[in-house]
């Protein structure tokens, strides 16, 4: 009887310490805060102005969308040119890098062009001074410039940095 009780303790303690953990991003556009969200359902919603929100959803309409993004009628009616619903911890934000990266080379390892006078390289089109301003992960040179930008951790290392 303790033995269970005590179990159910615990289980409870981790239920509750799971919820607690899961997080949204809330807010507008670039200024997002992480936020503890209850629902578990998080929100992300581009406007027909181009503007992005970012929510917890507790309305229930993401339980009703379901996981994914949509952009049917409903959706435009509402004010909206899509909407994505997702349950996973701080899922409702892209991947800003990604984007870059898909933007920059289709996120392969390009090697390098002239671009609008200067020499960029790799995932990212990094050129030399941007290399050396963010401290040269690869090694000096131009020959680790060139590598690490076609290396996919090196060269987003530097763009991290
Ligand atoms: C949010 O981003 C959109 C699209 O880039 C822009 O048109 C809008 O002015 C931005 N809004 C704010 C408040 O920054
Ligand atoms: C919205 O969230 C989805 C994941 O559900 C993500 O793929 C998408 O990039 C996000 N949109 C924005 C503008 O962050
Ligand atoms: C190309 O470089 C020139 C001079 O540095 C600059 O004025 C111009 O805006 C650049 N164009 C693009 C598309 O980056």
């Not at 670039?30 to 929510?55: P, Q």
């Amino acid at each position: 009887m303790i033995a269970s009780l005590l179990w159910f303790i615990a289980l409870m303690v981790t239920i509750t310490t799971y919820s607690m953990a899961f997080q949204c991003y809330i807010g507008h556009n670039e200024s997002r805060e992480e936020m503890t969200c209850s629902s578990g359902w998080c929100f992300n919603g581009t406007l027909s102005s181009g503007d992005v929100i970012y929510i917890c959803d507790s309305s229930g309409t993401c339980p009703l969308f379901g996981k994914g993004c949509h952009d049917d009628q409903v959706v435009q009616k509402a004010g909206f040119k899509s909407v994505c619903c997702c349950n996973t911890n701080l899922c409702n934000k892209g991947n800003c890098l990604h984007s870059i990266c898909l933007h920059e080379s289709g996120c392969k390892p390009s090697g390098c062009r002239m671009d609008n006078g200067t020499l960029s390289c790799g995932y990212y089109q990094i050129n030399k001074a941007y290399y050396e301003d963010c401290g040269q992960p690869g090694g000096k040179g131009e020959e680790a410039w060139k590598e690490c930008s076609d290396d996919y951790n090196c060269a987003t290392t530097c763009v991290q940095a």
